[in-house]
């Protein structure tokens, strides 16, 4: 049986292969193949395997270790079209809240998932959207809100999305990326639960990470992006603040309509009873599974001195060789 315990294992073993992996696959390529850092198609195989082997591998592992099935790891409930619906309103007014978040992170920390759009824009705008937006939603949430969250199930729902949007935060390895990853991981964990399907998150990380792609592709027709780049990266501090206010006041309005839409397709899977959370028996005192576990400890520490190496150690040294 999953548990917040096993959860933890598996989470201190992915963020293992994921620092690991995906530069043992960068360094083969660029070896192999002298300019596969500019290259938009050798990028396209790079992230592809690098999804399989740090996602898709893992799980089958994990099934296997554990002799669970994938269909008791994973919730695979069909998304009725009133929920898709929901689920699409409420990923679009969610989307505002990560930009301003995503601006206000990029004052202190660089765009890294912006950059590798920057080279991914080479390519058509079907492997984009294959690369960035399809591979990731698909595997990312089979991990985060399938696996994972499973392990939690036991525990509040609120403890539940905190820890699974925190490992989600957390794999994205970068810290631009983490809080608004933070958020998005939240709000998607809420709708695996109300929806009793994956598909629900799925659904909303393609649309979230499409809709950077569409922006990417449409900047490429109509603009240069790297002319685009140099000159948000010449703003000065107080152009960025009155970019940033304009994107935080559309994000508080699109919050607003996101809680009164939220409140209505809570009530809308309440009524129909699909709730994905286990119902305990009241008759019997349930002792909840602790969270903190010797692997939480491990996973945090290996992602501070991960960051402090990557994003503080290594740019000083940089500085001065």
Same mark, same amino acid.
């Given at each position: ?10 989470? /201190?073993?992915?963020? +293992? ?14 070896? !192999? ?13 790079? %992230? ?57 992170? @990029?004052?202190? /920390? ?23 937006? &399809? ?41 631009? $990326? ?24 799925? +659904?909303?990380? /393609? ?11 449409? &900047? ?7 002319? $685009? ?18 994107? @935080? ?12 839409? /939220? ?10 009873? !699909? ?29 501070? %001195? ?16």
């Amino acid at each position: 049986m999953n548990s917040p315990q096993n959860s933890n294992r598996f989470m /201190f073993f992915l963020i +293992l292969i994921n620092i690991f992996i995906p530069l043992f696959i960068s360094i083969i390529f660029l070896a !192999l193949f002298p300019n596969a850092v500019e290259n938009a198609n050798y990028l396209l195989i790079i %992230l592809i395997m690098s999804s399989f082997c740090t996602t898709i591998l893992p799980l089958m592992i994990y099934s296997v270790f554990t002799r669970q099935s994938i269909f008791e790891l994973i919730p695979l409930k069909k998304l009725s079209f009133r929920n898709i619906s929901y689920i699409v309103l409420l990923t679009f007014l969610l989307q505002p809240v990560g930009m301003f978040v995503s601006a206000l992170t @990029g004052i202190f /920390f660089n765009n890294d998932a912006a950059d590798a759009l920057q080279i991914l824009s080479k390519a058509s705008i079907w492997q984009m959207l294959i690369s960035a937006a &399809l591979v990731p939603a698909v595997c990312e949430e089979l991990i985060f809100r399938g696996v994972l969250l499973t392990g939690y199930k036991q525990n509040s729902r609120f403890a539940g999305a905190f820890i699974t949007a925190l490992f989600f935060a957390i794999m994205h390895l970068n810290p631009h $990326q983490f809080f608004y990853a933070f958020i998005l991981g939240f709000v998607f964990t809420y709708f695996v639960y109300y929806t009793k399907s994956i598909f629900a998150s799925m +659904l909303a990380h /393609f649309i979230i990470n499409g809709t950077s792609v569409f922006t990417i592709y449409i &900047l490429k027709i109509y603009s240069n992006i790297e002319t $685009q780049a140099n000159a948000l990266s010449e703003m000065s501090l107080k152009q960025q603040l009155q970019q940033i206010g304009i994107i @935080g006041i559309y994000a508080f309005f699109c919050s607003i309509l996101f809680y009164i839409v /939220f409140k209505s397709f809570k009530h809308y899977n309440e009524q129909r009873k !699909l709730k994905f959370m286990i119902p305990i028996n009241r008759s019997a005192p349930v002792k909840t599974p602790k969270i903190i576990t010797p692997c939480f400890i491990a996973i945090i520490i290996v992602y501070i %001195l991960y960051m402090s190496v990557n994003y503080i150690i290594f740019p000083i040294i940089k500085k001065y060789i």
